[in-house]
């Protein structure tokens, strides 16, 4: 409505403002006159400017109650144009009730692996903590750490996305890649960030503000805000630099990685980080890339150690598939050892492996690739004191092998509930929570 229609008669709107500034007016006189010349009024006096301070209140709240029905009338006759679909407003309303009840998870990775699991974990809680590598070298976003000095912003990027509640139109320009020109195979939603770093204090905040705006469940943040560079030793001795260049020099040297580190070797954690792994029900490390996405977290030396004292449930979401240049013939097993060896403690409590199988065709394109589903060896893991969690994860995108983020999900909350919650007596809500939630899950999944 315009400002014109308000002041038409008959609307019943005017009477209740004005007579909210009568009694606006009579409080403030009342008041005015009580402080300044109460202490020379007689007891009677007092009480007739006490009685108009309360005349005052009632009138005023008279004048908004009437006032807001009248505006509810006016919203009915269709004079005010408000549409609110009451159905999925209190759907919407009860969906985030119920998900700050969820249990409190960090997440440790990077790559794509990472931002797959999280988009199915969004569904169960958004006390999410993803704590994101920052030793990505290659690509875009080593190409803007190279001429702009910030940290790499793909992964971050990708799992903001991941954990988002923005329109598929939002989420399609942040994942564009520029086809020309020489922004040719930059990313927009890169560009994005490195331009809210540059209107910010540093890179974390310049994070928090692009999780603002895309109204992010839970809590990206980079593992450091030191610029690292990641290295590899390699089992013939050869010493590597750079993220994206160690697979490529194990397989030219044909030898595999023996151990990575990273320079600055005192890196800093952000504390925000060590009380979320402190603080955390369950944290859990992967998937992705094992010596480029996983590990470099872990050479922090402060979250290594966070992880090791925490009580927390430590969970490894094993790969599907092994990585030429990383992890080639790797067992589940392998995976995990090799975790141990860099933190130089038990890390892990629980391993989730699939179990999944692909169609001959779509092995022999990974063969010829060096590459093969991950060897599952329980024996092994029971020596390591790791316990195995089996599930069938996989799905084919784009005809690669990829984890199923809702199946992994799933799963992973029923890990948490059995082995963390069930025996917590403070978390027996969260618990019936989550039972409910996967139950109206599967009902949903299985209706489509």
């Known amino acids: 409505m315009k400002f014109v229609d308000w002041i038409k008669p008959g609307i019943k709107i005017k009477r209740w403002v004005m007579l909210g500034i009568m009694g606006i007016m009579l409080i403030s006189f009342a008041l005015i006159e009580f402080m300044n010349k109460g202490i020379y009024y007689s007891i009677y006096y007092k009480a007739f400017y006490g009685f108009l301070i309360v005349a005052g209140v009632f009138i005023l709240y008279v004048s908004v109650t009437l006032g807001m029905k009248s505006i ?20 919407l309303i009860y969906e985030k009730r119920l998900l700050v009840k969820g249990p409190k998870i960090v997440a440790i990775g990077g790559g794509t692996g990472l931002s797959t699991m999280l988009r199915g974990l969004k569904n169960y809680t958004s006390n999410i903590t993803a704590i994101v590598t920052v030793a990505d070298d290659g690509g875009g976003s080593g190409d803007l750490r190279e001429d702009l ?29 520029f086809k020309d020109g020489r922004l040719k195979n930059q990313s927009f939603g ?9 209107i910010s204090c540093n890179f974390e905040e310049a994070v928090q503000k692009m999780s603002s705006v895309l109204a992010v469940t839970g809590k990206v943040i980079p593992v450091t805000l030191d610029d690292v560079v990641l290295k590899a030793k390699l089992k013939n001795g050869v010493v590597v630099e750079g993220e994206s260049n160690i697979p490529e020099a194990a397989i030219m040297y044909e030898s595999p990685v023996d151990r990575v580190f990273i320079e600055p070797e005192n890196a800093k954690a952000i504390g925000e980080t060590i009380q979320a792994i402190r603080e955390a029900d369950a944290v859990i490390l992967g998937p992705g890339s094992l010596y ?16 090791q004292k925490t009580k927390a449930l430590k969970l490894y979401v094993s790969n599907i598939m092994t990585q030429p240049g990383e992890t080639d013939e790797f067992s589940v097993s392998d995976h995990i050892k090799a975790i141990f060896k860099h933190t130089g403690g038990k890390v892990v409590d629980y391993t989730l492996v699939n179990v999944g199988g692909i169609d001959e065709k779509l092995k022999g394109k990974y063969f010829e690739k060096t590459s093969e589903l991950v060897k599952i060896d329980e024996k092994e893991l029971n ?12 799905k084919i995108k784009d005809g690669l092998v ?3 983020s809702d199946k992994l999900a799933a799963i992973l909350v029923e890990t948490i509930m059995d082995k963390k919650l069930f025996y917590d007596k403070k978390k027996i809500v969260e618990y019936f929570y989550l039972s409910q ?12």
Do not use: W
């Open 72 to 91: 509810i009338v006016l919203i009915n006759k269709g004079y005010l144009n408000v549409s609110i679909d009451s159905r999925r407003l209190s759907n």
């Open 149 to 177: 000095g910030i940290l790499p912003p793909g992964d971050i990027r990708n799992c903001l996305l991941a954990l988002s509640d923005t329109e598929p139109l939002m989420e399609e320009l942040l994942q564009y890649r």
């Open 190 to 198: 890169n560009l994005f960030l490195a331009a809210m770093d540059g």
């Open 292 to 307: 480029t996405s996983v590990i470099p977290n872990l050479l922090v030396k402060e979250v290594g150690a966070a992880l």
């Open 383 to 394: 020596k390591i004191g790791v316990e195995m969690i089996q599930g069938n994860f996989i």
């Open 402 to 404: 990829r984890h199923d």
């Open 437 to 448: 939630r996967l139950k109206d899950n599967k009902v949903s999944n299985n209706e489509e």
